[in-house]
């Protein structure tokens, strides 16, 4: 069974940039295909982009798209989010998932999830 880790969340301003990481711990992370969600308060929780296992795809969100991007470390079980062009809408909690399977934009396919890191992008 695989942990997961994630961190790097934090305040930025409208335009910036951050990177999360999403660490994993007991399994290699190169078994799973790794996710990112997010939920804002008051909202359901939304796909925001997945990678695969040798990381050969990718894919994103159309809210998302070319402004985040997904890379993995398998060596250092670790895959990263790197967000640019920051929004306040982008505001929310992001949590990572792991999946054996291909990837899924539906969060209930996901087994295991890290317990989030909290995104404040001020205006």
């Known amino acids: 069974q695989v942990q997961l880790g994630e961190s790097g969340g934090g305040l930025v301003q409208a335009g910036g940039s951050r990177r999360l990481s999403c660490a994993a711990s007991?399994?290699?992370?190169?078994?799973?295909?790794i996710a990112w969600f997010r939920q804002a308060p008051g909202k359901e929780r939304e796909f925001v982009a997945a990678i695969n296992r040798d990381a050969r795809w990718k894919e994103y969100a159309d809210s998302v798209k070319g402004r985040f991007a997904l890379s993995r470390d398998n060596a250092n079980n670790t895959v990263y989010l790197q967000m640019n062009s920051l929004k306040p809408e982008d505001t929310a909690l992001y949590y990572c998932?792991?999946?054996?399977?291909?990837?899924?934009?539906?969060?209930?396919?996901?087994?295991?999830w890290g317990q989030g890191t909290q995104l404040t992008v001020s205006s």
């Open positions: 007991g399994r290699s992370i190169a078994n799973y295909t």
């Open positions: 998932a792991a999946r054996g399977s291909p990837w899924e934009s539906r969060s209930y396919t996901y087994d295991y």
